[in-house]
Structure formats: structure tokens, C-alpha cells
């Protein structure tokens, strides 16, 4: 086993503001680790003296996010690992829970139905949606390039009423171009019946409008026209806002449409599906999904862009790990306790 300790600081431009309690994501790959057992042992931290500890979850091999409490400009993490110690329990103070404390659920797509929130929302796979390269350094989803059938639902309530903001976010890229007049869904969230439309996104190729849909009976309520290029990311940020009272549509970090008023909510909304409308309707998503998260809590401009650039570009965000001094291997470790 291995064992490491280094350091990044984050790009000054990537951060446009100062964000509290922001899960940045971490490859592990470009730090160093190369099995699971170093990557269970990874411990961050905010200075070398290992003093403030940062909660983090281990998502795989190569994905790790970490919960920053104060995200500034100049930040500084330290990435510790020894390949011998077991990872945090997820009830843990360090431990997975904590990364996403305000979150209603967070899907990495890794296992495809894992929910990473102390809620366990855990999705259902309908039509065997399977696994492929994401766009963060591991899994997302893959609901084939001319899906039919396939698509990620939580049996459950979400807890989320129709008097309340949402914000659902997701990485998406098409496959095949939809045929004119299909409207296949990114993320829905609506009542159980379909009858009452409350964050619907969804893309019609025929128009090249990528819209949020809502209300009683299906109103469009915001919409962007873009011709999505095939097998490309994009990232998505919907927004419904009660506060302001109108819809947003977020493209890669940037606001590219906003609605008027937003219409009346039934009070029970509480059905979840990715690449597919809840309650139906066959406009299933064909191609990949990967990171969607879904919250309450409303964020500005720019925690968008920020979240944005890095997930898009991890490598320029964090940039390079150096090591930090005193850092030993295991091997070399025993090495000297056996000749001293």
C-alpha cells in the first residue's frame, strides 16, 4: 500500500465569489491513488498540521467530493491517504452525510440508484438503465441512444411541496437527435398522477427548445432554443423559485432563460424520474446522465459557476497536487522502524 499527503490550491478564476459549504469534487486519479483501499483512506484537511478535517465521501476509485466550509480564492486542500485506514462510516462526522447536508438527494449515477443524502432516496431502474463513462472521473447513466423504455424513478416522496423552491441539477448529453416532436425528459419532478406539472425539463428537437415545464395540464413556462450537439455535456441547472417567483434555466453556469410568474402548485408533488416524465408519457432520453442533485435551497449566479467550472474542469480548478513535506510511504516507514 501507498501512502501520500499533497496539496492543491484553487484556481483564483474558477471561484467568482466566496461560496460556505460547497462539495467540490476531487479526482483521486490525478492525485495519486491508485486502488480503493488508498482512496477509503483518504483524509482532507484545511492546513498541513492536520488540525481542521473536512468532510468528504469516496465515491469510487477516482471520485471524491469534499465538503469546503469556506470556499475562497486562494483555498488550500490536503489530501492525506495511507492505504490502511478503513473509510468513515456515512454517519460519521468526516464521513458522507455531511458532504450533502441541505441536499433532498444526490445521485452520482456510480450504481446508478444510490442516493448519497442521509434521506436514501433511492432510485428505481426501470428497462435496465446500465452504467457508462460519466463526466466526472467514473460512472454516470446510460439510458442507451435510442431509448424506449429505460429510465431512474424514486418510489417515495421527496418531501417537497408544491408551495417550495427546487432546484434540480444534472450533467445530460444526447445520443441520437430526437425525432421532430418528441420531448424526451432530462429530470421531472411533478405529482404522483401527472396531473399537476411542477419542474419538468425537457428538450424538443423539432423547436431546438430546451424547456422547464409546469402547471396544471402541461404550461411551458421557460424555455431556451440551442441545438444540442450529439454526445457532447451539458450541464443543467432548473430552477423553480418561489421567492422571485419565476422559473431559471441554467446552461454550463450560465442563466439562459428566465420565466414570468410561476403557476399554481398542487400541494402534493412527490414523484422523482430521470428520463421520463412522472406518470408517463414516452419521451424517454436517449443518451447518458451523470451528477444530479436536488435541493430546496436556492443558489446565486454564482454558486452555479462555480459548481460549473469544477465539475466541467476539475484538473484546471484544483490544478496541480504537490506533495507536502513528511510525507512517507508505508514501505519506507517499516523500512526504518526496522533498522532503528
Not at 102 to 108: A, C, E, L, P
Not at 181 to 204: E, K, L, M
Request: hydrophobic content about 40%; overall charge negative.
Amino acid at each position: 500500500m501507498a501512502a501520500g499527503f499533497k496539496s492543491a490550491t484553487v484556481r483564483a478564476a474558477d471561484v467568482p465569489a466566496t461560496q460556505t459549504d460547497f462539495p467540490s469534487y476531487v479526482d483521486l486519479a490525478r492525485i495519486g491513488i491508485t486502488t480503493l483501499a488508498e482512496a477509503e483512506s483518504v483524509r482532507v484537511y484545511a492546513d498541513s498540521a492536520k488540525t481542521t478535517e473536512w468532510a468528504r465521501e469516496i465515491v469510487s476509485l477516482t471520485e471524491m467530493h469534499v465538503k469546503v466550509p469556506s470556499l475562497t480564492s486562494i483555498v488550500v486542500m490536503y489530501v492525506d491517504w495511507d492505504g490502511v485506514r478503513s473509510d468513515y462510516a456515512v454517519t460519521d462526522t468526516f464521513g458522507r452525510n455531511n458532504v450533502w447536508t441541505g441536499f433532498t438527494s444526490v445521485y452520482h449515477l456510480e450504481s446508478v440508484t444510490a442516493d448519497s443524502t442521509v434521506n436514501a432516496n433511492t432510485l428505481t431502474n426501470t428497462g435496465s438503465t446500465g452504467n457508462a463513462t460519466g463526466k466526472l472521473n467514473g460512472n454516470g447513466a446510460d439510458f442507451g441512444a435510442s431509448n424506449t423504455s429505460k429510465k431512474l424513478t424514486v418510489s417515495g416522496n421527496l418531501g417537497i411541496g408544491g408551495n417550495s423552491s427546487i432546484v434540480m441539477s444534472q450533467w445530460f448529453q444526447t445520443a441520437s437527435t430526437p425525432t421532430a416532436g418528441n420531448q424526451p425528459v432530462i429530470v421531472s419532478h411533478r405529482s404522483t398522477t401527472g396531473a399537476d406539472r411542477y419542474c419538468d425539463t425537457y428538450y424538443r428537437n423539432d423547436a431546438g427548445v430546451l424547456s422547464i415545464y409546469s402547471g396544471s395540464g402541461g404550461v411551458v413556462t421557460a424555455r431556451y432554443i440551442i441545438t444540442l450537439s450529439v454526445n457532447t455535456w451539458y450541464h443543467l441547472v432548473a430552477i423553480r423559485d418561489v421567492s422571485a417567483n419565476n422559473f431559471k434555466i441554467y446552461l454550463d453556469g450560465v442563466l439562459q432563460a428566465t420565466s414570468g410568474a410561476l403557476p399554481t402548485a398542487a400541494a402534493a408533488q412527490n414523484g422523482y424520474a430521470i428520463s421520463e416524465f412522472v406518470g408517463g408519457g414516452g419521451f424517454w432520453w436517449p443518451g447518458k446522465q451523470d451528477e444530479s442533485r436536488v435541493t430546496t435551497t436556492v443558489p446565486d449566479a454564482n454558486r452555479i459557476t462555480t459548481e460549473y467550472n469544477n465539475q466541467n474542469d476539475e484538473a484546471s480548478f484544483w490544478g496541480t497536487w504537490a506533495d507536502v513535506g513528511g510525507a512517507v510511504s508505508v514501505n519506507a516507514r517499516r523500512l526504518f522502524m526496522m533498522m532503528v
